[in-house]
T-cell receptor, first 110, second 116 residues
Framework: QKEVEQDPGPLSVPEGAIVSLNCTYSNSAFQYFMWYRQYSRKGPELLMYTYSSGNKEDGRFTAQVDKSSKYISLFIRDSQPSDSATYLCAITSGNTPLVFGKGTRLSVIA | DVKVTQSSRYLVKRTGEKVFLECVQDMDHENMFWYRQDPGLGLRLIYFSYDVKMKEKGDIPEGYSVSREKKERFSLILESASTNQTSMYLC???????????????FGPGTRLLVL
């Protein structure tokens, strides 16, 4: 079983839709959870960071962590064409290399 | 703003050539990383370094080596380039902020390497 599983998509939604992106993981020691966004031909950039369980909101973006289910989610409200990118989840137990999901490619159609 | 720069955006090399990919960060970060990214395979860690002169193998170190002579610079070396090393190479740096704060990896723009 891979440490982090992420559906690669592609996911195509109309502008204004709510988008849900998810990852599952296997190691219960993980406690730092991140979402990176990567535009085409660019390096990934940090979008959201969560420590331990719970929700975190930043504008149109909400990150959720459910440690009991080993499941993390990123929600995008009122999606825009500029949100079209690949989204990668990344997880670590702390001061160890990040474990990345393979990324979900999202297209928001105007 | 943190800045991670990579020496080239695009490189074309021939099989058997020695290839150097340079990465420089300006935030005095302790940790630096080299990844390759391929369609369907995601980001895979090649090597990382938690201190100057220190290096650790990642998940796919075969065919690669690294050098970290200065804190801000981390070089990836392909000793004898092969066609299966054609890929996007990404460098990242980070600094451990402590329990709760964790660390954020900052990525460079990537180098697209084509080995013919």
């Amino acid at each position: 079983q891979k440490e982090v599983e992420q559906d690669p998509g592609p996911l195509s939604v109309p502008e204004g839709a709510i988008v849900s992106l998810n990852c599952t993981y296997s190691n219960s020691a993980f406690q730092y959870f991140m979402w990176y966004r990567q535009y085409s031909r660019k390096g990934p950039e940090l979008l959201m960071y969560t420590y331990s369980s719970g929700n975190k909101e930043d504008g149109r973006f909400t990150a959720q962590v459910d440690k009991s289910s080993k499941y993390i989610s990123l929600f995008i409200r009122d999606s825009q064409p500029s949100d079209s990118a690949t989204y990668l989840c990344a997880i670590t137990s702390g001061n160890t290399p990040l474990v990345f999901g393979k990324g979900t490619r999202l297209s928001v159609i105007a | 703003d943190v800045k991670v720069t990579q020496s080239s955006r695009y490189l074309v090399k021939r099989t058997g050539e020695k290839v150097f990919l340079e990465c420089v960060q300006d935030m005095d970060h302790e940790n630096m990383f080299w990844y390759r990214q391929d369609p369907g395979l995601g980001l895979r860690l090649i090597y990382f370094s938690y201190d100057v002169k220190m290096k650790e193998k990642g998940d796919i170190p075969e065919g690669y080596s690294v050098s970290r002579e200065k804190k801000e610079r981390f070089s990836l070396i392909l000793e004898s380039a092969s066609t299966n090393q054609t890929s996007m190479y990404l460098c990242a740096s980070s600094q451990w902020q402590g329990q709760g704060a964790g660390e954020t990896q900052y990525f460079g723009p990537g180098t697209r390497l084509l080995v013919l």
